[in-house]
T-cell receptor
Framework: DAKTTQPPSMDCAEGRAANLPCNHS???????VYWYRQIHSQGPQYIIH???NNETNEMASLIITEDRKSSTLILPHATLRDTAVYYC??????????????FGKGITLSVRP | DAGITQSPRHKVTETGTPVTLRCHQT?????MYWYRQDPGHGLRLIHY???????DKGEVSDGYSVSRSKTEDFLLTLESATSSQTSVYFC??????????FGPGTRLTVL
């Protein structure tokens, strides 16, 4: 699986958009970009995933560059409850036994009041 | 909610004792996973299962065994616990084909 690079931490003000970057310059053509987050002491939580096109759901938006070498997770109106570690993961298409996730260290987002 | 539970949620044990952690799911998902999480290492895959009696090793499988005798239960066993196995253990299932849903975790302390 391709490796991802994320800055170790960032912060943003409550109510503002949080833009979390991720570099995945070695991504292959069929690999997806996934985002998970982990709030302190809880299990990781799926947020969103995409292949080429930008994606949006009730939690966040995912912007993938045209060359697919980087992406940005956008939380449009961050709240204090969004304070967590966010993991950007690249993985091949769901192939059953090879569907395991490889977590890096993620980026710690701190939302300040 | 994938109806995934882990038991026990907390356990303290002594070095050399056997320990079994249980992951239970109620929605008949085929794929199940055990991860451990330690400071400085993030989440690391221990073992996974792709069906009853079908299991495979992850990146940190030494010292652990698993069993899946029925779809709903995936057991992780530490045959002889060591202090290096003190960790938080998460179980996960594959939901909707591509999304992994994680359980609440088990905090294990080996003295």
């Amino acid at each position: 699986d391709a490796k991802t690079t994320q800055p170790p931490s960032m912060d943003c003000a409550e109510g503002r958009a949080a833009n979390l970057p991720c570099n995945h310059s070695t991504i292959s053509g069929n690999e997806y970009v996934y985002w998970y987050r982990q709030i302190h002491s809880q299990g990781p939580q799926y947020i969103i995933h995409g292949l080429k096109n930008n994606e949006t759901n009730e939690m966040a938006s995912l912007i993938i560059t045209e060359d697919r070498k980087s992406s940005t997770l956008i939380l449009p109106h961050a709240t204090l409850r969004d304070t967590a570690v966010y993991y950007c993961i690249v993985r091949p298409p769901y192939t059953g036994a090879n569907s395991k996730l490889t977590f890096g260290k993620g980026i710690t987002l701190s939302v300040r009041p | 909610d994938a109806g995934i539970t882990q038991s026990p949620r907390h356990k303290v044990t002594e070095t050399g004792t056997p320990v079994t952690l249980r992951c239970h799911q109620t929605e008949n998902h085929r794929y199940m996973y055990w991860y451990r999480q330690d400071p400085g290492h993030g989440l690391r895959l221990i073992h996974y299962s792709y069906g009853v009696k079908d299991t495979d090793k992850g990146e940190v499988s030494d010292g652990y065994s698993v069993s899946r005798s029925k779809t709903e239960d995936f057991l992780l066993t530490l045959e002889s616990a060591t202090s290096s196995q003190t960790s938080v253990y998460f179980c996960a299932i594959n939901q909707r084909g591509n999304e992994q849903f994680f359980g609440p975790g088990t905090r294990l302390t080996v003295l």
